[in-house]
């Protein structure tokens, strides 16, 4: 089975930093497009950044361009999610998932295949 498992969220302050791990397991990590999305209350689920199976490109919402980083250790098997300049905003639930083929845009969760089951980011101000 595909597994994927987020940690890393918390409750930080506006302005820290958090780093989420999405560990991956059970199919071929380098196969699969990775993306990062969130899920405040009351709203739809967001997609926030992706990275490409083949060539390590990346992508992101302008809502954490130049906040946010994405990246994958492949021999590790994780894919990581630098959050620097957190807002009370960005306060949600976290969310990694894999993809087997983008057809469409890489921020839309109906691309997506497999999820992790969530962590929390809280942001105070």
């Known amino acids: 089975d595909v597994q994927l498992q987020a940690s890393g969220g918390g409750l930080v302050q506006a302005g820290g930093s958090l780093r989420l791990a999405c560990a991956v397991s059970?199919?071929?990590?380098?196969?699969?497009?990775i993306g990062w999305f969130r899920q405040a209350p009351g709203k739809a689920r967001e997609g926030l950044a992706s990275?490409?199976?083949?060539?390590?490109?990346?992508y992101y919402q302008d809502s954490v361009k130049g906040r946010f980083t994405i990246s994958r250790d492949n021999a590790k098997r994780f894919v990581y999610l630098q959050m620097n300049g957190l807002k009370p905003e960005d306060t949600a639930v976290y969310y990694c998932?894999?993809?087997?083929?983008?057809?469409?845009?890489?921020?839309?969760?109906?691309?997506?295949?497999?999820w992790g089951q969530g962590t929390q980011v809280t942001v105070s101000s």
């Open positions: 059970g199919y071929s990590f380098d196969d699969y497009h």
């Open positions: 990275i490409s199976s083949t060539d390590d490109s990346t």
């Open positions: 998932a894999s993809s087997n083929g983008i057809t469409s845009s890489v921020y839309a969760p109906t691309m997506y295949n497999h």
